[in-house]
Nanobody
Framework: QVQLVESGGGLVQAGGSLRLSCAASGLTFGSSAMGWYRQAPGKERELVAA???????NYADSVKGRFFVFRENHKNSVYLQMNSLKSEDTAVYYC???????????????WGQGTQVTVSS
């Protein structure tokens, strides 16, 4: 059974930083593509960042240069470092996993339960 468990969310002031973590189990982590999505109130879930098994990365235009995704395969974990946070980054952030990058960018196979990030202005 695949489990993705996010942590690290919370309340932060605009301009601040947070690091989200996602611990994965039940899948071959090293060969999986991983992603971070977010969903703000009243909005659709959107891709934030993704990282392939080879550590190639993709970012939404809205977070480029501010957010960074990286993985530690020996810990079965993926992270999202969020800097220069803005109020519009407020959302529930979800970790996602898939067999390849194309799927994690479109229709991930697995989802975490989400962690709330609130940025106060």
């Amino acid at each position: 059974q695949v489990q993705l468990v996010e942590s690290g969310g919370g309340l932060v002031q605009a301009g601040g930083s947070l690091r989200l973590s996602c611990a994965a189990s039940g899948l071959t982590f090293g060969s999986s593509a991983m992603g971070w999505y977010r969903q703000a109130p009243g909005k659709e879930r959107e891709l934030v960042a993704a990282i392939s098994s080879g550590s190639s990365t993709n970012y939404a235009d809205s977070v480029k240069g501010r957010f960074f995704v990286f993985r530690e395969n020996h810990k079965n974990s993926v992270y999202l470092q969020m800097n220069s946070l803005k109020s519009e980054d407020t959302a529930v952030y979800y970790c996602a996993a898939a067999a390849n990058t194309a799927r994690v960018l479109t229709t991930p196979d697995y989802w975490g339960q989400g962690t709330q990030v609130t940025v106060s202005s």
